[in-house]
């Protein structure tokens, strides 16, 4: 049971690609509670709870974030095992004081930055219009030294794809172990930008082999997570994303949504309830009959690779396609690319360095975070 609350609204950067509509507006503490209590009320015993801190840049509220973390810490069914806390931060904020916070609430604490600062510096931005990288690099140098780890995510759009290979090896020069590349589905893909998706990924999978070859393994999303789903047999209906029912996101209003990707500008869109009102829990999720927008690719009814692909994800299906149920050509070319990809850098591993991918199977701490 995956819980989202957004903080706050207000936030320092103006990043091109941004969903979130913009406001001063924070979470009040009441609110949070009403929100923590229907969290835990909701989600049956022994079942594993991420409460996500998300904005906006939730670290703008830093006070307000201790102060709820310490409402789901307090609750009379707090379990630290099955609670996972995580924030995600734009990056450009951070302290001691954060550092001291991630450490003693056991915080998954990950930050989002596009890579290199040419590549970074092409679409988030402060209001000034001054590039955030120099900050974002500092901050990851930073919470390294402080954390030991971090987790970084890159939002690659067609005018930045190409540098992926590049984006990775900066991350790793950086000492980042844990990367997460998700591509921005609302861009305008071309089908020539689609066609470079094997290539491009390829060359991530050569640097994923270097890196094991060094015994230095770094988690790269894009390679790891289907590794995994090609030793379990596929996702696994527990894996899916039930969002608007396994799944909800909490406006500082206290506007409940089906997924954090779909708050957008907090109107009624998305919008499936409020946190004092009436609320049906809804599956909004697509992958009973999903379909190909355009020519390019196969039914997925009659594809091989079904399985192993996401195109249940109703968010980016949306994104992308206009429909929760209908898979664009992007993901469909995307995910190919990276089951093919992730089947190549396994086989050549494994026959190089013998039976390394056992924890991918069984799910180790790290694989878990997918
Ligand atoms: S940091 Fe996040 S919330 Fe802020 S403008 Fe960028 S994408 Fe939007
Ligand atoms: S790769 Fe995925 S989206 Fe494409 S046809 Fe196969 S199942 Fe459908």
Redesign the pocket.
């Known amino acids: 049971m995956k819980y989202t609350l957004f903080v706050t609204r207000q936030c320092n950067l103006r990043c091109d690609y941004c969903y979130i509509g913009k406001d001063i507006s924070a979470m009040p503490l009441e609110l949070a509670r009403r929100v923590v209590d229907y969290a835990y009320a909701r989600t049956p015993p022994g079942e594993q709870m991420d409460f996500v801190f998300f904005g906006g840049e939730p670290l703008l509220e830093f006070d307000r974030v201790r102060d709820i973390t310490a409402l789901i810490e307090q609750h009379p069914r707090f379990d630290p095992i099955a609670v996972q806390l995580t924030l995600v931060s734009n990056g450009t904020i951070f302290s001691d004081d954060i550092a001291d916070y991630v450490r003693e609430h056991n915080v998954a604490f990950g930050i989002s930055c596009d890579g290199p600062p040419e590549v970074h510096d092409r679409f988030r931005r402060y209001r000034s219009g001054k590039g955030s990288a120099a900050t974002v690099e500092e901050t990851i140098r930073d919470a390294i030294d402080a954390l030991g780890q971090l987790m970084v995510n890159a939002v690659y759009r067609p005018e930045t794809v190409d540098a992926l290979p590049d984006t990775v090896a900066y991350f790793s020069s950086l000492g980042v172990r844990q990367i997460y590349l998700t591509p921005d589905y609302s861009a305008p893909w071309t089908p020539a930008h689609r066609r470079l998706l094997g290539d491009i990924y390829r060359a991530v999978g050569a640097h994923y082999k270097d890196y094991y070859r060094a015994d230095d393994p770094h988690f790269i999303s894009l390679i790891d997570s289907k590794i995994a789903l090609l030793l379990r047999g596929g996702y696994q209906p527990g894996e899916r994303c039930s969002m608007g029912r396994g799944e909800l996101a909490f406006t500082p209003d206290g506007g409940i949504y089906p997924c954090e990707r779909l708050v957008g500008d907090g109107g009624g869109a998305h919008r499936i309830g409020h946190i004092d009102g009436a609320f049906a829990p809804q599956l909004m999720q697509c992958h009973h009959a ?1 379909k ?1 927008d355009g020519a390019e ?4 009814a009659e ?1 091989g ?2 399985p192993y ?1 996401m ?1 249940w994800c109703g968010c980016s299906n949306y994104f992308a396609s206009g429909y929760y149920d209908r ?1 664009s050509t992007l ?2 070319a995307s ?2 690319a990276a ?1 093919e990809c992730a089947a190549e850098v396994y086989r050549t591993l494994e026959a190089e360095l013998g039976d390394m991918f056992f924890d991918h199977a069984s799910g180790s701490p790290l694989m878990n975070s997918i």
């Not at 690719?297 to 997925?300: F, G, I, K």
């Open positions: 999903p190909v690719a196969a039914p997925c594809c690779i079904k692909c195109n898979v993901l469909c995910e190919r089951i």
